[in-house]
């Protein structure tokens, strides 16, 4: 039940941009995606709802095909900061909430 | 505002013991998870709160996991004869609603080994 993520990692240079990809073998009801880095806990970037509802941080972007049961993160103009491990979770059913697979990204000068 | 608190950040145990983590979630969230995360990983779903009741459990991996939130807030995750298996970051989320629609706000964890 836990979705997928691909890449599993990716490096860019400063001023690159980067999609991060979250597919599941379910029906979702929202797709959350978070940020974590080395030895933090994960920080929250976006949720997107059944019906097009987003709420998240202006400078990123996802979308979400409720059909294909998948969702990507667009990140731009990617900055040092931006470097972490980036998990999609989604709802399945009830309350269970699973994350996926995660991505590395490295976002180099 | 203070975020969502765990106690303690570190806790070494043997194996056979038993551990009690607490999580103290964000004032008036209602909901309240509990995740764990082995290296690597991302964080696995054990149990779910929605006020004082155990809204969803089926994420904990056996019998010797127990969790309480007797009063809406505080929430403590029990572990009786520990494992080596056992042994992960221990993460809580606390919500303003339903955590599956709403933001989910992490504290730091509780880095759990089992010698």
């Known amino acids: 039940q836990q979705p997928v993520q691909s890449p599993q990692a990716v490096i860019l240079r400063e001023g690159e941009d980067a999609v991060i990809n979250c597919s599941s073998s379910?029906?979702?009801?929202?797709v959350h995606w978070y940020r974590q880095k080395h030895g933090e806990a994960p920080v929250f970037l976006m949720i997107l709802l059944k019906g097009g509802e987003q709420k998240g941080h202006e400078k990123i972007s996802a979308s979400f095909n409720e059909k294909k049961q998948q969702s990507s993160l667009y990140l731009t103009a990617s900055q040092l900061s931006y470097s972490g491990t980036y998990f999609c979770g989604t709802e399945i059913s009830g309350n269970q909430f699973y994350f996926g697979t995660g991505t590395s990204l490295t976002v180099i000068p | 505002g203070a975020g969502v608190s765990q106690t303690p950040s570190n806790k070494v145990t043997e194996k056979g013991k038993y551990v009690e983590l607490r999580c103290d979630p964000i004032s008036g969230h209602t909901a309240l998870y509990w995740y764990r995360q082995s290296l690597g990983q991302g964080p696995e779903f054990l149990i779910y709160f929605q006020g004082t009741g155990a809204a969803d459990d089926s994420g904990l991996p056996n019998d010797r996991f127990f969790a309480v939130r007797p009063e809406g807030s505080v929430s403590t995750l029990k572990i009786q004869r520990t494992e080596r298996g056992d042994s992960a970051v221990y993460l809580c989320?606390?919500?303003?609603?339903?955590?599956?629609?709403?933001?989910?706000?992490f504290g730091p964890g509780t880095r759990l080994t089992v010698l």
């Open positions: 379910k029906a979702l009801y929202s």
């Open positions: 989320a606390s919500s303003l609603n339903r955590g599956t629609i709403n933001e989910q706000f």
